[in-house]
Each structure stands twice: as C-alpha cells, then as structure tokens.
Nanobody, 115 residues
Framework: QLQLVEPGGGLVQPGGSLRLSCAASGFRLEYYAIGWYRQAPGQQREWVASVDTSGLIRDYVDSVKGRFSISRDNSKKTVYLQMNSLKPEDAAVYYC????????WGQGTQVTVSS
C-alpha cells in the first residue's frame, strides 16, 4: 500500500513552492507508474501528474503544466511532486497512488495556498 511517509504539505502563500514526497510501504514502488492526485473541498478527486516506472515519461493535467514537476528516485523508493508558483486553486488534499489508481488511498496531505 502506498503511504505518504513525509507529509510535505502545509500553508504557503500564492506564488510559493512546496515539495511533496511519497514512499511505498509493503510493495515495490519501482514496479509501478505513480500518480499524484488531489481533492479540493466539494470537488471530486482529480489526477494531477504521473510518472512511468523509468521516470522518463511524465504527464500533467493542463492546469499545472509548467508549474509542477513529478519525479522519482527508485533507489529511495520515493516519488516527489515539486509544486511551484502555487495558486489558491491548487489548495487541496494531495494523494499519491498508482497510475491507474488502485482502490487503496492513503490519508493524503493538506496543501493550503493563501495569503
């Protein structure tokens, strides 16, 4: 089951940056494409970014292209989401999961973007 080992979320001002980390527990993360997802209050969970097993193929939802960057370090069994130029509309609970997503979701980490 994927678990967020280090909650990298928090409160940041618009235009600021945060880095989220996601490390696997109980399975070999390096064998799976991994995605980051988010859910804002009152909205459905949406896919944000994903990376293939090699780390070479990355994809993003249009709203974060050019601002977010997903990467992975298979030696550390960790996937990262670097979020720059954050906007208030990026505020949400962020989750990592396989891509496509499994039914197993962690608790997520809260990202708040506010001045």
């Amino acid at each position: 089951q994927l678990q967020l080992v280090e909650p990298g979320g928090g409160l940041v001002q618009p235009g600021g940056s945060l880095r989220l980390s996601c490390a696997a527990s109980g399975f070999r993360l390096e064998y799976y494409a991994i995605g980051w997802y988010r859910q804002a209050p009152g909205q459905q969970r949406e896919w944000v970014a994903s990376v293939d097993t090699s780390g070479l193929i990355r994809d993003y939802v249009d709203s974060v292209k050019g601002r977010f960057s997903i990467s992975r370090d298979n030696s550390k069994k960790t996937v990262y989401l670097q979020m720059n130029s954050l906007k208030p509309e990026d505020a949400a609970v962020y989750y990592c999961n396989t891509r496509p997503a499994s039914d197993s979701w962690g608790q997520g980490t809260q990202v708040t973007v506010s001045s």
